[in-house]
C-alpha cells in the first residue's frame, strides 16, 4: 500500500520567516495531495491541496510544489505569524478517495 | 457547504463495554465514509472503509469483530467499539466526500476507564 513519509517531525521558526515541510510518497498511481492543519482535539482543516496534473499552486502565504517524478511535495508557508503554530498533516489520496496521512510536523513560530 | 456531523463528541466508558460512535452526512449522500483513529500526538490512521449496504473494508491490524462498522443508510455511518479497553482510548474521527471534496467528522474522544 501507500506510504507517507513526512519531514521534519518538529519545526520551529522565528515569526516572520518561511516553513517549509516536505512529503514523499511511494504509490505513482496517487493524484490527490492535500495539507492540513490540526488544532488540539479538532478535525484536520484542509489549507491548500494540489492534484498530480499541476506542479505548484499558491493561496496567499500558502504555497505547495509537487515533483510526481521523484514523488515528493511540500508545503511552503511564507512571512509566518503566531497563529500559524499549529500540527500540519499532509495526505495522499489513493484509489477511492482513501487518504493516507503523513506522521505530522509540530511547527512553532516563535515571537 | 457539505457538513460531516460526528457524535458523540467525548464519551466515557467502562472496560468491558461497548461504545457506538455516529458519524453523518448532513446534506448529502455518501456511499463511502472513512473511519480513522488517531492517538496522542500521532498520525491519523485509517481504521476501515465504510461502504454502504455492504460490509467494511478493514485495514491491515484493524480487528474487524472489536470494531463494528454498519452503514445502513447513505447519511449514516455508525463505528462501535466493542468489550472496550484502556488501550481503546484514543481520538475517532470519521469523513466522506462528497464530489472531490472531503469532509471530516468534529471527532469524538473516547475514554475507556
Known amino acids: 500500500g501507500e506510504n507517507v513519509e513526512q519531514h521534519p517531525s518538529t519545526l520551529s521558526v522565528q515569526e516572520g520567516d518561511s516553513a517549509v515541510i516536505k512529503c514523499t510518497y511511494s504509490d505513482s498511481a496517487s493524484n490527490y495531495f492535500p495539507w492540513y492543519k490540526q488544532e488540539l482535539g479538532k478535525r484536520p482543516q484542509l489549507i491548500i491541496d494540489?492534484?498530480?496534473?499541476?506542479g505548484e499552486k499558491k493561496d496567499q502565504r500558502i504555497a505547495v510544489t509537487l515533483n510526481k517524478t521523484a514523488k515528493h511535495f511540500s508545503l511552503h508557508i511564507t512571512e509566518t505569524q503566531p497563529e500559524d503554530s499549529a500540527v500540519y498533516f499532509c495526505?495522499?489520496?489513493?484509489?477511492?478517495?482513501?487518504?493516507?496521512f503523513g506522521q505530522g510536523t509540530r511547527l512553532t513560530i516563535n515571537p | 457547504g457539505a457538513v460531516v456531523s460526528q457524535h458523540p463528541s467525548w464519551v466515557i466508558c467502562k472496560s468491558g463495554t461497548s461504545v457506538k460512535i455516529e458519524c453523518r452526512s448532513l446534506d448529502f449522500q455518501a456511499t463511502t465514509m472513512f473511519w480513522y483513529r488517531q492517538f496522542p500526538k500521532q498520525s491519523l490512521m485509517l481504521m476501515a472503509t465504510s461502504n454502504e449496504g455492504s460490509k467494511a473494508t478493514y485495514e491491515q491490524g484493524v480487528e474487524k469483530d472489536k470494531f463494528l462498522i454498519n452503514h445502513a443508510s447513505l447519511t449514516l455511518s455508525t463505528l462501535t467499539v466493542t468489550s472496550a479497553h484502556p488501550e481503546d482510548s484514543s481520538f475517532y474521527i470519521c469523513?466522506?466526500?462528497?464530489?472531490?471534496?472531503?469532509?471530516f467528522g468534529e471527532g469524538s474522544w473516547l475514554t475507556v476507564v
Open positions: 469523513s466522506a466526500s462528497a464530489g472531490n471534496t472531503i469532509y
Open positions: 494540489i492534484r498530480s496534473n499541476v
Open positions: 495526505a495522499v489520496r489513493q484509489g477511492a478517495q482513501k487518504l493516507v
